[in-house]
């Protein structure tokens, strides 16, 4: 696991569409996996920006959504689809028929599950997978205690994340209790996973990730195993760590080659 502090979200940011960019610039029929929530939202700006400046272009690149609420339409203003449109897809150059989101109107949700997991593998795998980390330790919608080996598939949100995303939805309307959500193993196959996270509020879930032990119990540690992952954070979120110091240095370090 490379662990890369630094100073600001911004910085974060900067940095994590930069990898991206110089990727689908290198490999321009790339295939992106991509996530939601508050914090892939600066990314998506810097990553637009770059779009509009011409320093990457889209129109070969297929994405794969991690996850959406089983029963928001794709026209539902807190759906994950509506996110995805408005935060990067209308203002950037995905083929809609490159676009891959989970349907949370499935009516047969395990044989869209499967069909979801056959469409990555005819994609040819996916280069690079977005993601965040919730404080329980969940990536995608894995909450505590699912398979490590898990596929995309139907989950139950806890209670926490239940009350922490309702502050997406208008007071009084509720937050589905389901997610169809990539599973572990899904994740695990991508070539490289690239997790952000900034402000103090993650440094918890940060430290239990990359120096606690690896269990299902909380989920995001899986990435210990993972051959390429790169995680992202501001100072904050590295404010739990015990070997920041060492990380720094191996980053200052690091052969100008192997930098983005
Ligand atoms: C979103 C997702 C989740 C979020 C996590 C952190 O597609 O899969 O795992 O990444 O809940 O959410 P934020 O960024 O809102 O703190």
């Known amino acids: 696991m490379e662990v890369i502090i630094q100073e600001s979200e911004q910085d974060s940011c900067v940095l994590a569409a930069r990898i991206v960019a110089s990727h689908v610039r290198a490999k321009p029929d790339a295939v992106l996996g991509l996530a939601t929530g508050t914090t ?3 990314f998506y700006q810097e990553l ?12 070969r690149v297929t994405t794969f959504n991690l996850d959406e609420y089983v029963g928001l339409s794709p026209e539902h203003p807190q759906s994950y689809h509506a996110y995805m449109r408005k935060n990067f897809f ?3 150059n995905v083929p809609e028929k490159n676009i891959h989101i989970p349907d949370g109107m499935a009516s047969d949700v395990e044989t869209f599950c499967s069909e979801y997991e056959r469409e990555i593998t005819d994609a040819g795998g996916i280069d690079i997978q977005l993601l965040g980390i919730g404080h329980d330790g969940h990536i995608g919608f894995n909450e505590p205690t699912s398979s490590l080996s898990s596929r995309t598939r139907i989950k139950t949100l806890t209670r926490q994340t239940l009350e922490a995303n309702a502050r997406f939805f208008e ?3 509720p937050v ?9 193993g899904t994740i695990m196959e991508s070539r490289t996973c690239l997790m952000l996270a900034y402000g103090a509020g993650k440094a918890a879930a940060v430290a239990r990730m990359v120096e606690g032990p690896l269990t299902a119990a909380f989920p995001a540690s899986i ?3 993972h051959a390429r992952a790169k995680v992202i954070l501001d100072r904050a979120a590295a404010g739990q760590l015990t070997l920041t110091e060492y990380f720094e240095w191996v980053y200052r370090n690091k052969p100008s080659w192997q930098r983005p």
């Open 48 to 59: 637009v920006r770059l779009y509009l400046e011409k320093q990457v272009d889209f129109s």
């Open 171 to 173: 007071s009084g309307s």
């Open 223 to 225: 990435l210990q195993y």
């Open 40 to 42: 892939p939202i600066p």
């Open 176 to 184: 589905p209790h389901h997610v169809i959500t990539m599973g572990i």
């Open 90 to 92: 209308d203002l950037v």
